[in-house]
């Protein structure tokens, strides 16, 4: 298959043609990720990221520009956007004096946090029954079985990389769900 042929069929929403193009440009994506954050987990993150938005967006691509450079640009943007929201250390000035201190945010859960996600939980498994089967089945493996990305690429017999963007698509579909709810 040749690469403007898979976007043509990816704008019609064949799988084959997403798989294609997942495959073609995964290590680009992934390689230049990794030059920038010099983190396996986080350039691999940024890749599914980048191809779970670029295939939710396809139809928008311009055919007159390469597809591998609209990826790259896709997956700069992520990654400057998360840099913009991981910089958790705010500098505020103090009201009595001219010094500055800085405020640590703490993101771990209170525990009325912890209570509010138990009774959460019953909802979230109403919801979980309204995805696609596929979708349910990859979101049960890796959250409720706990399964390795390879596990569940063993699974379901798919490449991993089919698996992770897969599985970000169900979280996305996931998370519609419940902010309609």
């Known amino acids: 298959m040749e690469i403007k042929e898979a976007i043509s069929k990816a704008k019609q929403n064949n799988q084959v043609a997403f798989n294609f193009l997942l495959d073609t440009f995964w290590n680009d994506v992934y390689a230049f990720q990794l030059k920038r954050t010099e983190n396996e987990n986080d350039a691999e ?5 980048t191809f779970s938005k670029a295939f939710d967006k396809i139809d928008t691509f311009d055919d007159n520009y ?3 450079t609209w990826l790259i640009t896709i997956s700069k943007n992520i990654h400057i956007d998360l840099v913009r929201k991981q910089k958790k250390i705010i500098q505020n000035t103090s009201k009595d004096n001219d ?3 800085f405020e640590i945010i703490d993101d771990s859960p209170t525990p009325e946090d912890k209570i509010i996600t138990e009774q959460n939980l019953a909802n979230l498994l109403r919801d979980i029954k309204k995805l696609k089967p596929h979708y349910q089945k990859v979101i049960n493996l ?3 079985q706990e399964f390795s990305y390879k596990e569940i690429s063993e699974e379901l017999n798919e490449p991993i990389n089919n698996v992770k963007v897969k599985l970000l698509r169900a979280k996305k579909l996931l998370a519609a769900i419940i902010t309609k709810t």
């Open 45 to 49: 993150d940024i890749t599914i990221q």
């Open 66 to 68: 390469k597809f591998k």
């Open 99 to 101: 010094e500055h201190y």
């Open 142 to 144: 890796r959250y409720f």
